[in-house]
């Protein structure tokens, strides 16, 4: 019995890990975008020089492809912890945190590859 008691912070923190993470990924995503985007652009544009614009786009799809991977692994995360909590004998909340995680992941994900086409479709600096 102390071997499950021993884990079971850990398992906690990964849990609620999983569910926080999506959320601040696609927040660092939209707003990394905009600040390497604007930065950038205004920079160049006030030092009368026209921007590189291939630069800054492969710049921002990088930062957001980083941050995709991070969601989704955090998406793995909550679904090996949902399916660990169903196959045991652990609280329901797990199970839970678990299934929110993943969805939320899956939902964050799909935001910040919304986010990462922009560059490839717009202009970077219009």
Aim: proline content about 6%; some cysteine.
């Amino acid at each position: 019995m102390a071997a499950p008691e021993a884990t079971r912070p850990r398992s906690t923190h990964l849990a609620v890990a999983a569910v926080l993470v999506p959320p601040v990924a696609w927040v660092c995503a939209l707003g990394l975008s905009y600040v390497v985007q604007d930065f950038a652009c205004t920079a160049y544009a006030s030092a009368g020089r026209n921007p590189p614009t291939t630069v800054i786009g492969t710049v921002v799809v990088t930062l957001d492809v980083v941050l995709l991977v991070l969601t989704l692994a955090a998406g793995v995360v909550a679904w090996r912890t949902g399916r660990h909590a169903t196959a045991g004998d652990s609280s329901p909340l797990f199970g839970f945190l678990g299934r929110l995680g993943t969805f939320l992941s899956l939902g964050f994900a799909a935001g910040i590859v919304m986010i990462a086409v922009n560059p490839l479709v717009l202009e970077v600096c219009a």
